[in-house]
């Protein structure tokens, strides 16, 4: 079993910056995948960033050039650094780890 716990939600306010973390245990591989998601109100759930074992990276489009995956595989933790934030990145963000989801961390970003 996997558990994935994501922190670092919050209000802000637009062009402001904001770092989430997910933290993993259970039986997690490094050699494994991981990624972020996003959910805005009625809107479907969306990839934000993924990140390979190697460190090779993939991004939405919206985020490209704004945020920044990152993880620490000895510590089984990933983050995802949010930069020139905008109110339509407002959503809950969700951690995934193959079929395995997090609870998710609400983000608001105010105009």
């Known amino acids: 079993q996997v558990q994935l716990v994501e922190s670092g939600g919050g209000w802000v306010q637009a062009g402001d910056s904001l770092t989430l973390s997910c933290a993993a245990s259970?039986?997690?591989?490094?050699?494994?995948?991981m990624g972020w998601y996003r959910q805005a109100p009625g809107k479907q759930r969306e990839l934000v960033a993924a990140i390979t074992n190697g460190g090779s990276t993939k991004y939405g489009d919206s985020v490209k050039g704004r945020f920044t995956i990152s993880r620490d595989n000895a510590k089984n933790t990933m983050y995802l650094q949010m930069n020139s934030l905008k109110p339509e990145d407002t959503a809950v963000y969700y951690c995934n780890y193959l079929t395995f989801w997090g609870k998710g961390t609400l983000v608001t970003v105010s105009s």
């Open positions: 259970g039986r997690i591989f490094s050699i494994n995948p």
